[in-house]
């Protein structure tokens, strides 16, 4: 027996054979498709009764045909005739809701929402950690330790190869580049108070931030992301566990304790790169390094560096966790928002680094 | 048509299945005629969702072969492979809709991906299944986090209806549905089996949808199939977790 659909006109009467399913009809839908919107077929007499199957597709298929109307005659089974009822009932082509889309004003003007919405969720945020905060002097034993702990560890031990070995090539890359142009003036010793500044202030915070906002922020987006998306966030209220002080009160405070450190020993390790390239482009011996970088670089660059970094960790933890709780339940928010938050906690980190440098202009320069 | 001849829609032989260390299933067969709706019971725990992602081809076989349609999977190319999946519909245990997805899309991906079918078609074809598991076409535009435990299981059912499927796999689809519902569930795949002659193997606890509905019972325990036959055989049958379903059942019959 054949199975696939086919079509006759016998004597002025359409007559189908073969199983009308889906399955079956694919294969040859194009040349079907083709033949039942030839020669006025819908107000011939149709007969379906050596159909052996007729799924809601095929259904479809015919109603269409039949421009939405029962043919003049119809043989068929009553299974096929509910089948095809079951179509008819449905409402025809619905007023299609045209979406308008927005002008370049109106974009404009969600994009300006936008940027209040994001700023006053920040606000609440940092609101929300000021009160758990003062809720944990007063009940010092419900502080997260543990959670503390293991954000202290994700986010600072594991980041230590990654920043060490960036900032390593840093430092060997400035210190190659300088010490190209310092031996046309002969000024050899001044890659010292380059690569002493440079590195201490200005570049160890923002490139540590830069990785860490990559690796850590990403990761506690969507830990936070995916925790509202299974609803454990919810789980977690359910059983009386704040939220804030569990989840995003330790990554807060992790990231801020943890960030100056890194940036001390990323800073640490550019800087060895560049003694390093110093001592083979140069031939400046460590021990000479050492000592002119004390003379060089006034201790105020070092802890104007540091407090970059505490800034710059609170900062990105800040956005992470914001931006974690604006994930709504399905995965397109989740990534959307991951996205958002490393590109915000970067962009926020270099307006505070311009900050900082327009604050502490006077401060740390070295005297010649 | 002569049923003897035509091969068994599923054909398990020999199957074990193995998860880390541990075997869920050892030497299990099974093996399901087109057009029996076969309920599937067993303790949980016990395997059943794993069954039935043996016979998706999620899970390999440790030793045995699984065969669907009478060809076995594992060994068809890519292409055959996918022609085959789409002749059978899946309704996972959590739902397993697309998160990203409005449940009328969630429903047309299936059509979709055929790349055949005309918007219009497909949008005639959502509408039908979405009536079909009583839901309003309205219902098409929410996402599926705004759904209830019960929307979400009839859109699942919806959605693995999409592609008119011959086999038909049901992971407790009347799980979170009411009594209303359920009934009206059984009757809809009744009908269906009746117009289209879909096989259906369902993983159920449910007495009602299973004294209603199953045609023949496979229980599951001991890491096989210790029992299969017709509702009422099984139910007669000697095994303590018959003699379980048994109570509950008869007092439905009844
Ligand atoms: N991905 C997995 N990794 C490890 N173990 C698994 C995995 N999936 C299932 N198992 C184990 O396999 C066994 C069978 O699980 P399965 O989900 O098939 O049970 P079930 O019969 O469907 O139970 P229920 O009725 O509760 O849904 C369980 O012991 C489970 O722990
Ligand atoms: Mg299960």
């Known amino acids: ?368 | 048509m002569t049923g003897t001849q035509t091969p068994a829609v599923v054909e398990m032989r020999g199957l074990s299945t193995v998860i880390g260390d541990h075997y869920v299933h050892r030497n299990l067969d099974l093996r399901v005629e087109s057009g029996q709706i076969v309920g599937l019971i067993g303790g949980s725990g016990s395997g059943k969702t794993t069954l039935l992602r043996q016979i998706l081809g999620l899970n390999r076989p440790a030793a045995g072969s699984v065969s669907l349609f009478g060809e076995n999977l594992a060994d068809e190319d890519p292409v055959s492979q996918r022609a085959m999946l789409r002749r059978l519909g899946m309704l996972f245990q959590g739902g397993a809709l697309f998160s990203a997805l409005p449940v009328f899309d969630n429903i047309a991906f299936p059509l979709r991906e055929l790349k055949c079918l005309d918007s219009d078609w497909i949008r005639r074809l959502v509408h039908l299944k979405l009536a079909m598991v009583e839901l309003e076409p309205g219902h098409g535009k929410l996402m599926p986090a705004e759904l209830s435990g019960g929307m979400v299981k009839r859109v699942a059912l919806a959605r693995a209806l999409a592609l008119e499927p011959e086999l038909l796999l049901l992971d407790e689809p009347t799980a979170g549905l009411d009594p209303d519902r359920s009934q009206s569930f059984a009757d809809l795949l009744r009908q269906l089996q009746g117009e289209l002659g879909l096989t259906v193997i369902m993983v159920t606890h449910d007495l009602d949808t299973l004294a209603r509905l199953a045609t023949h019972v496979a229980v599951l325990a001991e890491q096989r199939i210790v029992e299969f036959g017709q509702l009422a055989e099984v139910m007669a049958g000697e095994h303590p977790l018959a003699a379980a379903f048994r109570g509950g059942v008869q007092t439905q019959v009844l």
């Open chain 1, 1 to 368: 027996m054949n199975l696939s659909p086919r079509l006759q006109v016998e004597s002025g009467k359409v007559v189908l054979t073969g199983q009308w399913t889906l399955s079956e009809l694919l294969p040859g839908l194009k040349e079907l498709e083709a033949r039942l919107a030839g020669d006025d077929l819908a107000t011939l007499p149709w007969d379906l009764s050596s159909v052996s199957r007729l799924d809601s597709a095929a259904a479809v298929l015919l109603w269409r045909t039949w421009n939405e109307r029962w043919p003049v005659e119809l043989v068929a089974s009553e299974m096929q005739r509910r089948a095809l009822e079951r179509v008819a009932a449905m409402p025809s082509a619905e007023a299609s809701s045209t979406l308008s889309t927005p002008g370049l004003v109106e974009r404009v003007g969600y994009l300006v929402l936008a940027l209040f919405d994001n700023m006053q969720g920040l606000v609440v945020l940092y609101g929300q950690m000021l009160l758990d905060l003062v809720h944990l002097v007063r009940h010092p034993s419900e502080m997260p330790w543990r959670e503390l702990a293991a954000n202290i560890y994700k986010a600072g031990a594991m980041a230590l190869p990654v920043t060490a070995l960036v900032g390593f090539l840093i430092g060997v890359t400035i210190s190659y580049l300088s010490a190209l142009q310092l031996r046309n003036f002969g000024a050899d010793l001044f890659i010292v108070n380059i690569l002493g500044v440079s590195i201490i202030r200005e570049l160890g915070p923002v490139l540590v931030a830069v990785l860490v906002a990559g690796r850590s922020g990403s990761a506690m987006t969507a830990q936070i992301g995916v925790m509202r998306v299974t609803e454990e966030i919810d789980a977690l209220s359910a059983m009386g566990v704040s939220r804030s002080i569990r989840v995003v009160l330790p990554k807060l405070l992790a990231l801020t304790v943890v960030m100056p450190m890194l940036v001390l020993w990323a800073s640490a390790i550019a800087l060895l790169g560049g003694m390093f390239s110093a001592l083979l482009q140069l031939g400046i011996p460590f021990p000479y390094f050492v000592e002119n970088l004390q003379r060089a670089v006034p201790v105020a660059n070092l802890v104007i560096g540091l407090g970059k970094g505490l800034v710059f960790g609170f900062v990105i933890a800040w956005v992470a966790c914001h931006f974690g709780l604006r994930v709504k339940p399905n995965t397109e928010s989740l990534s959307a928002n991951t996205t958002r938050s490393v590109v915000t906690a970067i962009t926020l980190v270099i307006l505070v680094d311009a900050v900082f440098a327009i604050m502490t202009r006077n401060v740390g320069i070295p005297q010649l």
